[in-house]
């Protein structure tokens, strides 16, 4: 180990026990605090966003880009673009030596990209909160420490399997009264060019586990970001071309390809024979072609959407409940493939620590609680943030036809430069399914009447399965209730959570601990986070030869 | 632990560790020896299979079956066939309590299955021997201990996969001066039911990696045969349905769906809603449907066509060079997805130790060595065995007018009753790709005169990659060529050998060493042997709860 490899190896050594135990374990540090990141850290960030506005990002002959920041301004940034072509030659030229390097050479490469990310948190939450909306303290957070201990996570399993290659075996055969023996080396080779399709709402966080693993595992990866969100990736693809380049590698194992909403450019990289990896977040219809035109014979792993159920049986903290899911259900205004749509209750009730609770009443102090988390117009903000796509907010005035509105949609006082939307809350009965059946992406959520909790378990798993679902959450004080609970969204693939009533959000998937997607429902192919999301992208190669006897 | 599984924990174990380091292992003797399996084994075997033919395998409503061995004899015998509907809701009727056994527990089942596949190995081999045309010993081989061997291997990477999965995990996230804690629960959750696609060469070999990679992983499989070899894997799904009975669950985890090649069932089992894994071995065309219909969600394995290449830069062992290759060759008349149609060959011949060798004398050679291997006949029937396939023969009439024919195909003598054919040997310009650039399966060999060793090299590496391998073969006293070709191969995804010259073969390939199939070319999608063939195969579900402070 030299260089890089040396310096993180204790990081690394962590990362993979975490990975193994579930434990806790953040290499990153969530606080956006100065004591942490340095006292100027947040004023030098907020300038160095300033002098990215308005101009190129880097020099070249084609320049595109027109993200506008939901928070209000345009940001005026374009970056040099390159066919097709151009792209997959110069990864194919960069991506010999980087698939020979030792693997921990490049775990080195990938902790130092990550680390230098992360030194730059502040910078990357400027751009992740102005391409996505998100509000700054998530933006600095789910952008940066989270994003980068999912790529450490991601780093952490490539090695993992690597380590289990043996990199010679004696292979010595009994043959009657003689033996044989050959003598057998073996190494992993990189499947492919790896393509990374990102997302607009979560650019890093989603982006990071498929680049860190392609990278890892020995793979040129070309970054294709959503035009919408392209600075947090440009960020992030220029830090690790610079750390390539002063480890010896061409920079051209990571590359930029941004493109724009009308010239798309996503379906030509992914159909490239050169390209041997795709990974995907974004939404079905693009999901669905992906997985018809390159599922079969490369490594294609997707995230597309998913509507996440909520069943509520009974609780012991009827306050706790509602103030946990009205801040689940606010948070980023429902833009988190983790965010809770539907809500799915007893027509006759619950029982709770208040004495049994009607329907009606569930509804009214869930409604009650969402008003009180939103009452402060600058703490509303600071938890809703903005609306990532103009569309979402068609989509809230669609949804308000769907049912009884218990509880409407409007902007955030105060906020009139940015598109803000709060939670709209619509009551329907389980059979309208035309309503609740589909994802409605954005701050929309559904009271659900239902027969009974059973039949609410029912819908909600059965909806998992048909339609996707990431989470799930359950509130019960009945243990048999959350065994079946437990045993229908396991088959339904939806990460459940129970009684959720403090500081700890359904939304919330913590790297090296909680697996985030599990490729058996249609909210996506793959895990981000297990063996079978790093183990294609490599093939183990062998070679044998008699050793004389 | 209880019962199969305490029986068999050290086989398990053994084989678990042999699959990290790769070394020789056997469970299951290979020599067809009356000391091992008894001495009235062989004799037992014969009746029993005598006693199957011209009649029902089982009782049933629809009886189906049309198998005629290669070797002569029309078998008679018919298999109980059942929609896909009912073959299905079997299976999932069958298949919770199964996902729900713990995973030493159906180790134990899958371990106890090869266990008595392995004391009903000379029965396996009449069934392989007289569906795939393969001769006796081979049909032993192949059919039983080799292809047991291959379905404990699939175990033994499966519980490797299932122990990394904690069950449980406690997660203590600071907070401020508090500490939030959750208790996290997690368990692999099977990915839906397997269906594993028969082949008509090697049914067992091919055909247990997937069913017992799914059944250790917790899936119900659906086993479907090649309409020309029902009965290996009809006796193989018998002793599965007695063992898994035995052990106290429904034998319809595993099911027999046989069906005739004029009403194929595949496409409706592979895209049936409730089938999760495809397990596929034949030809690229039904590969390339199932990779565009089913590739894109389910989780695919296949092995298709490949062209196997040999390279002729330099030996110092000519003599051995041409036994060992004419030995591959003639092994099962060409039918093994491993063994070589292409030999590059310089057009300025070879240095040897018998010094230098022109290309003509190098063919001479090689055809003197096929000669002289199967100069007697019983011999020859014996290395030769039967053409699984009449087309075959029509392939061999096709092939002689590709090029020079230096060794002309013939059938054994002696061998009136079964379709055999010795191998074609045809001679061609490197620039004659559309001679040798397809599979053309059978004892079909060209002989490629290329300009030097390292454009054969660069042809054969090329072809690996453009139209699939399994295996290459390599001759060179250069290390520096050795070294090269090593890098060629490993890229181009094809398992190497080098220097064969005695009793090892380029188309053999030993459980729990040899990685088999890549991935990485259009020979298949997967490694039969690697993590990536099982880590997809389940999900990890997971709950979590807060503990209270």
Chains 1, 2 share one sequence.
Not at 6 to 29: I, V
Not at 114 to 138: E, I, K, W, Y
Not at 424 to 441: H, K, P, Q, S, T
């Amino acid at each position: 180990m030299t260089g890089f490899s040396t310096t993180h190896a204790e990081t690394l050594r962590r990362a993979m026990a975490a990975a193994r135990s579930r434990g806790h374990f953040s290499a990153y540090p969530e606080a956006p605090s100065g004591k942490i990141y340095g006292e100027t850290a947040k004023a030098e960030a907020e300038a160095a966003f300033a002098a990215l506005l308005g101009k190129p990002f880097e020099a070249g002959d084609t320049l595109l880009g027109d993200e506008h920041s939901p928070w209000g301004p345009r940001l005026g940034i374009t970056y040099p673009a390159h066919g097709v072509e151009t792209l997959v030659a110069r990864a194919a030229a960069a991506a010999p030596a980087w698939a020979d390097a030792p693997g921990d050479t490049r775990a080195g490469v990938c902790l130092e990209i990550l680390h230098r990310l992360n030194r730059a948190s502040f910078l990357m939450a400027n751009a992740v909160m102005h391409t996505t909306g998100q509000a700054f303290v998530m933006a600095f957070q789910a952008g940066g420490p989270h994003a980068q201990d999912r790529g450490l996570e991601a780093v952490a399993y490539a090695m993992d399997e690597l380590s289990r290659i043996p990199g010679e075996a004696s292979w010595t055969k009994p043959m009657g009264k003689e033996a044989v023996t050959l003598r057998k080396s073996f190494r992993a080779v990189p499947r492919g060019i790896g393509l990374v399709i990102g997302c607009a709402t979560f650019p890093t966080w989603n982006g990071y586990p498929g680049l860190f693993a392609s990278l890892a595992t020995g793979n040129a990866v070309i970054v294709k970001p959503h035009p919408a969100a392209i600075l947090p990736l440009a960020l992030t693809v220029r830090t690790a071309r610079e750390v390539l380049a002063e480890a010896g590698f061409s920079p051209d194992v990571v590359q930029l390809a941004p493109d724009m909403a009308e010239a798309p450019i996503a379906g030509a990289l992914a159909t490239h024979p050169a390209i041997g990896i795709v990974d995907f977040t974004g939404g079905p219809a693009f999901g669905a072609w992906l997985r018809a035109h390159v599922g079969g014979r490369k490594a294609l792993h997707t995230e597309e959407a998913g509507v996440n159920p909520v069943v509520l049986h009974s609780t012991a903290d009827l306050a706790g409940l509602c103030r946990n899911l009205a801040f689940s259900l606010c948070l980023y205004a429902g833009q988190m493939c983790t965010a809770p749509q539907n809500i799915f209750v007893p027509a006759g009730g619950i029982a709770t620590d208040r004495g049994h609770m009607s329907f009606e009443q569930v509804g009214a102090a869930l409604v009650a609680a969402i008003d009180a988390l939103l009452s402060d117009p600058a703490r509303a903000a600071g938890v809703l943030g903005a609306i990532q796509n103009p569309a979402t907010l068609d989509r809230i005035a669609a949804a308000r036809g769907l049912g009884r509105v218990l509880r409407d949609s409007a902007p955030v006082p105060g906020q009139d430069a940015a598109r803000t939307a709060t939670p709209l809350l619509v009551e329907v009965d389980a059979g309208d399914r035309a309503a609740w059946g589909e994802e409605r992406f954005g701050p929309i959520a559904f009271l659900i009447r239902c027969a009974d909790a059973d039949a609410a378990l029912a819908l909600a798993a059965g909806s998992a399965s048909a339609r996707g679902a990431i989470t799930a959450l359950v509130h019960s004080t009945d243990e048999a209730f959350l065994a079946r609970a437990e045993d229908a969204f396991a088959r339904a693939g939806a990460a459940l959570s129970e009684n959720l009533t403090g500081g700890v959000f359904v939304n919330q998937s913590a790297a090296f601990s909680d697996y985030h997607v599990s490729g058996a429902n249609p909210a996506g192919t793959s895990c981000l986070t297990d063996a079978a999301y790093v183990a294609n992208r490599f093939h183990i190669a062998m070679a044998r030869r008699p050793v004389a006897a």
